[in-house]
């Protein structure tokens, strides 16, 4: 966008691109059942068709620095490099390979590593990246698909519309419940997520009643893959 505007100005344009298709989070963090690619692509070359130059395969930090852009000649320097990194579900296993962050599930997705599902998936969370990994997962084969979320759906901040589509392609939420561990069998598969049951109480910074644990009620909710989706943040 901001490449778009400024071609628009007079002004010679460079995107400096991570990945090897252009688009970034639009690409490879949104499905593509909700934003078609030949959508971005015809975008992208409205985008060169004012001048914009795009090099691909250039990762800031990795590839060049922005003192290496300011020595090439550069007048100015905007840094759009998006939220890639997801939170941690902070719940003991929570580091065994079928337990995947948000983002990087649809990333994998996206660039064809995962392209099949088959079993069970819980997915923790409540707001939109929650929906896309549940509604993905559908896709891809799994049954059943669950979202796991520890207020209910009132404070879900997943836009309302996303929460009706998916609960009508069958995505199960179940509302006042946060995972404390990851349970694995003797193989060392994942038999699913011990969880608590939770009760709001008043509310907290954000404005939305704070969950709190009820003592004694953990149980657990079986699933052979786990996405968290609770939260990201730009690389460091």
């Known amino acids: 966008s901001m490449a778009y505007f400024l071609a628009q100005k ?17 690409r490879y963090g949104i499905p593509r059942y909700r934003l078609p690619r030949d959508i971005i692509d015809q975008e992208i070359e409205i985008i060169q068709a004012l001048g914009v130059k795009i090099e691909y395969g250039k990762r800031l930090g990795t590839d060049f620095t922005l003192d290496d852009l300011r020595q090439q000649g550069f007048n100015a ?10 939170m941690g579900l902070r719940c003991e296993g929570e580091e ?10 649809l990333y994998n997705v996206e660039v064809g590593k995962i392209d099949k599902l088959n079993g069970k998936v819980l997915i923790v969370g409540g707001g939109n990246t929650a929906i896309d990994a549940a509604r993905t997962s559908l896709r891809l084969g ?10 209910t759906r009132k404070e879900m ?10 609960i009508y392609e069958g995505v199960n939420i179940e ?3 946060s995972p404390s561990k990851v ?13 608590v049951r939770m009760k709001l109480g008043e509310p907290d910074k954000s404005g939305r009643r704070r969950p709190i644990p009820i003592e004694g009620s953990e149980h ?17």
Not at 10 to 26: L, N, R, Y
Not at 77 to 86: C, E, H, S, Y
Not at 142 to 151: K, M
Not at 157 to 166: G, T, V
Request: a negative charge.
């Open 10 to 26: 007079g002004h010679s344009i460079t995107v400096f691109e991570a990945e090897d298709k252009p688009g970034g989070m639009m």
């Open 77 to 86: 320097i905007f840094v759009g490099i998006g939220a890639w990194r997801g």
């Open 96 to 105: 065994h390979p079928d337990v995947w962050k948000g983002i990087d599930f």
């Open 142 to 151: 799994a049954d059943p698909v669950h979202i796991l979320y520890r207020r």
């Open 157 to 166: 901040p997943a836009h309302e519309i996303e929460i009706e589509e998916a």
């Open 175 to 177: 509302f006042l419940v």
């Open 183 to 195: 349970v694995v069998d003797d193989n060392g598969k994942i038999k699913g997520l011990e969880c």
């Open 220 to 236: 657990l909710i079986e699933g052979d893959y786990i996405i968290g989706a609770i939260g990201q943040r730009p690389d460091k």
